[in-house]
């Protein structure tokens, strides 16, 4: 290292779901923009998401959840981490659009003690987090010249497969669906950018779910955009 050269901060694990649907042939994604004083891109439009909690690495003690993800496409160090990185995206999008990726569990109630108000919203509703129609879309690293640094796994999944009604706890302003060509007219970030055109080549190419796809790992180096597949 050169001197004076500081140490990249260590990303932190996030997780990122792009909730689309299609209607009159033409394909929408679901977006809402952060605020102004947040401190990670702050005014910009973005896909629900956020951290992965503690409390995300717990849930393998009361809920069954396969996976239908390899740990080393999503580069995880075990199940268990994947599995946390799932929840956290499943997490997020109820906390910040009151929609769950979830199935209905009569059962939740009483097995399940208080984890925080997010989850408390599933175990009240009766539903269970599901994986089932949640796919791996692709991976970011923030650039090691930001202080504020992710590892943010970005996922899919239809919007027909939720539960709730979109709503804003307040974290996204101006929730709501966008036509996916129109969401790139948008104060959007590169990441935004290159996830979106890959959904529009794959949705083109009629490989959106193909099983052979590869996954990119997107950040930058050298101030340009750099991408690695795999």
Not at 9 to 18: E, F, G, L, M, Y
Not at 133 to 140: I, M, T
Not at 185 to 205: M, S, Y
Request: aromatic share 14%; proline share 4%; charged share 30%.
């Amino acid at each position: 290292m050169k001197k004076n050269e500081t140490i990249p901060t260590k990303p932190r694990d996030a997780a990122s779901v792009i909730i689309y649907k299609k209607k009159n042939k033409k394909y929408y994604v679901l977006m809402g923009k952060r605020s102004i004083k947040s401190k990670f891109m702050p005014s910009i439009y973005v896909f629900p998401g956020g951290a992965v909690d503690k409390v995300d690495y717990q849930l393998k003690n009361f809920f069954n959840l396969p996976i239908n993800i390899n740990k080393n496409k999503i580069k995880t160090r075990s199940d268990n981490h994947t599995r946390a990185i799932m929840l956290a995206g499943v997490r997020e999008t109820a906390e910040e659009c009151n929609l769950f990726l979830a199935k209905r569990n009569i059962d939740n109630k009483n097995k399940i003690p208080f984890l925080n108000n997010s989850w408390d919203k599933f175990l009240k509703n009766s539903l269970s987090p599901c994986f089932d129609n949640l796919f791996y879309f692709g991976r970011a690293i923030t650039p090691t010249y930001l202080r504020i640094r992710f590892h943010a796994r970005f996922f899919i999944a239809n919007y027909e497969n939720f539960i709730g009604t979109i709503k804003s706890n307040g974290e996204l302003d101006d929730l709501g669906w966008i036509e996916i060509n129109k969401a790139k007219l948008l104060p959007i970030a590169d990441v935004t950018e290159f996830l979106i055109d890959r959904l529009i080549n794959l949705k083109e190419n009629k490989k959106l779910f193909d099983k052979k796809n590869s996954y990119p790992m997107f950040t930058r180096k050298n101030n340009k955009e750099w991408v690695k597949w795999d």
